[in-house]
């Protein structure tokens, strides 16, 4: 799957010129989303281009709710239409917000390490992640810019294992989300799936997991 993202940082022009630009490439482009930094640019104000790619048949994401506010995710669900929000803790902040994101199970594809960079919820953050993964959210957990903040995917599940008190259990429900929301075939969502749980089982007969936080 190839995302293309629309910089946070761009004038009104640039993203309908990238968006322009894309169009040739569509057969190859699965979605579209934002990027970069949040503080003075809300989602809103990419609705025009937003519009323009969903007639365009893209799929839609949108960074939002890591450096900036709550409401940025609501306007990221409300006028940009998103299906999926990178990032997304700070809806800790608004309750309201976490039952509409639990109710229409939009996901969220949280980022621990780049959050501890980034200094989010500083001296928290662990405490916060871990409120998160009580409010019964699709929570994925997801390398952010790996390469310029350090540790890929499975760093990000070893963060969480020691920071956050991720269990054993929540770890195979994070993986099985990541599939379950992934813009793939419904059929080859349950194969991954599978995969998921018969490796949880494997690991469990072999004594590598605890009785009490192996898969069912």
Request: charged share 20%.
């Amino acid at each position: 799957m190839t995302s293309l993202c629309v910089p946070l940082l761009s004038t009104f022009q640039s993203r309908l010129s990238t968006h322009a630009q894309a169009l040739p490439f569509k057969h190859l482009i699965t979605a579209v989303g934002l990027d970069s930094a949040e503080i003075g640019w809300p989602p809103s104000q990419f609705k025009a281009v937003y519009a323009r790619a969903a007639h365009e048949g893209f799929k839609l994401v949108a960074h939002a709710g890591e450096e900036g506010p709550p409401d940025n995710i609501w306007a990221a669900v409300k006028d940009l239409r998103v299906s999926r929000i990178d990032h997304g803790i700070r809806c800790l902040e608004d309750e309201k917000l976490i039952h509409h994101l639990r109710d229409t199970q939009i996901p969220l594809t949280v980022c621990p390490i780049s959050n501890e960079k980034l200094k989010v919820y500083e001296g928290q953050l662990s405490q916060k992640l871990r409120q998160l993964l009580t409010c019964n959210l699709v929570i994925t957990l997801n390398a952010d810019d790996p390469a310029y903040f350090g540790g890929y995917e499975c760093a990000q599940y070893m963060w969480m294992v020691e920071h956050a008190g991720l269990t054993a259990d929540q770890v195979r429900q994070c993986a099985r989300n990541s599939f379950r929301v992934a813009f793939m075939p419904e059929s080859r969502k349950g194969l991954c799936m599978g995969l998921v749980d018969e490796a949880f089982k494997l690991a469990s007969s072999q004594g590598l997991i605890p009785k009490e936080h192996s898969a069912s």
